[in-house]
């Protein structure tokens, strides 16, 4: 009896594994977008590529990324090179994410500003920001 409800139990515990893996590869994915807006971001901000009208959809991209981050890491998606620490912090984690919505609205207003100086400096900040979380709750890969 106990082995039929074992055996019966196998396939759905298969399945969530299945189910977080894909789950782990999907936020790192949306992780990686978000690498190369912030790569198109440094050319057209540090590099001068002049296509400036491109640049709010990169950062409205980067702020959207932050804030929907804390969904990319629901309990029991432990994997990847995410540190367990991520879930024992939880708050801490979140404001990270925060920070990082933060910077990219920072980025947004110094763009509309169109001020050349405080535009490089909230790059170098939003990417700090990443930076932070990275050091914190990424394992080295
Ligand atoms: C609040 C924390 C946090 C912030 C903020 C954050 N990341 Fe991450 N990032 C992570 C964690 C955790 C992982 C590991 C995820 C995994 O492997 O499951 C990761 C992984 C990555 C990866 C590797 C993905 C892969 O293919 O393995 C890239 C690239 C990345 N982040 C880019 C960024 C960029 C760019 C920013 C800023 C715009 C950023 N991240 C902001 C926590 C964060």
């Not at 977080?20 to 190369?36: F, G, I, P, T, W």
């Not at 990169?58 to 804390?70: M, N, R, S, Y």
């Not at 890491?73 to 979140?94: H, L, N, Q, V, Y």
């Not at 100086?117 to 939003?126: D, E, I, N, V, W």
Request: proline share 5%; with cysteine; hydrophobic share 45%.
């Amino acid at each position: 009896m106990r082995w039929t409800i074992l055996l019966l139990l196998l396939p759905l515990s298969l399945s969530a594994v299945a189910g977080n893996r894909a789950l782990v590869k999907y936020r790192q994915h949306v992780m990686e977008a978000s690498h190369d807006h912030m790569k198109a971001i440094g050319s057209l901000v540090l590099d001068g590529v002049p296509l400036r009208g491109q640049l709010p959809g990169h950062i409205h991209a980067i702020e959207t990324f932050a804030k929907e981050l804390p969904a990319l890491f629901p309990r029991g998606s432990e994997g990847g090179d995410a540190e367990r620490m991520i879930w024992w912090r939880w708050p801490d984690f979140k404001a990270r994410a925060h920070k990082t919505a933060q910077a990219a609205a920072a980025l947004d207003t110094a763009a509309v500003a169109g001020d050349e100086g405080r535009m490089h400096k909230a790059y170098y900040a939003l990417l700090d920001s990443c930076k932070s979380c990275h050091h914190d709750y990424r394992q080295e890969p």
